[in-house]
């Protein structure tokens, strides 16, 4: 049985991750979406609520669950009893990052892969920093995240000093 974590941030979650997610769903028996609760890295939403976007938008997928993790990823892989890691690529300039990412897992761990997916061209320019500055200046973020998603982080801006040109979407 072929069982992969695929971690990340997901602050929030975007439709390129969700692709991912659906893609490697696919071809892995089991996948487990990872998402790091780091009380120390500042987030716009909580672990829980990250957690909980993820799961209604992949709920239609049986062998997809969402759980928090929080220290190294190679022990939540452990502790799941999953070897392979899944990473997606945008662009090369991911590349540096996620391969010293990899290598370090795999220093930690020898017995822990990690593969890369590459993302697919509509999502290349899609990442949840840019479409948090998107959305905290009011501009639309359709198509980028899910409904939700979008409706979730105008809430959290509505009230915020930053939202200069207030939502129009
Ligand atoms: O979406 P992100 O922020 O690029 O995801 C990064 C993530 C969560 C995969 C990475 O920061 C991580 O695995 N953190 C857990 C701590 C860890 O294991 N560090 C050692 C590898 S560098």
Not at 47 to 73: M, Q
Request: hydrophobic share 40%.
């Amino acid at each position: 049985m072929l069982k992969a974590v695929y971690p990340g941030s997901f602050d929030p979650v975007t439709n390129g991750h969700l692709d991912i997610i659906e893609r490697c769903a696919g071809f892995v028996d089991e996948l487990v979406v990872a998402v790091l609760d780091n009380p120390s890295k500042s987030s716009l939403f909580t672990a829980d609520e990250r957690v909980e976007h993820i799961k209604k938008e992949t709920a239609h997928l049986p062998n997809v669950s969402v759980r928090s993790f929080h220290g190294l990823l190679v022990d939540f892989c452990r502790l799941e009893k999953a070897r392979l890691v899944i990473r997606g690529l945008r662009a090369v300039t991911d590349f540096e990052y996620e391969f010293k990412m990899a290598l370090a897992n795999r220093k930690l761990d020898k017995d822990i892969e990690t593969i890369f997916v590459s993302s697919s061209a509509n999502y290349m320019f899609v990442s949840s920093s840019s479409i948090k500055e998107i959305a905290m200046f009011g501009g639309c973020v359709e198509d980028m995240v899910p409904e939700n998603v979008k409706n979730c982080l105008y809430e959290k801006f509505k009230n915020r000093e930053e939202n200069i040109h207030g939502f129009n979407n």
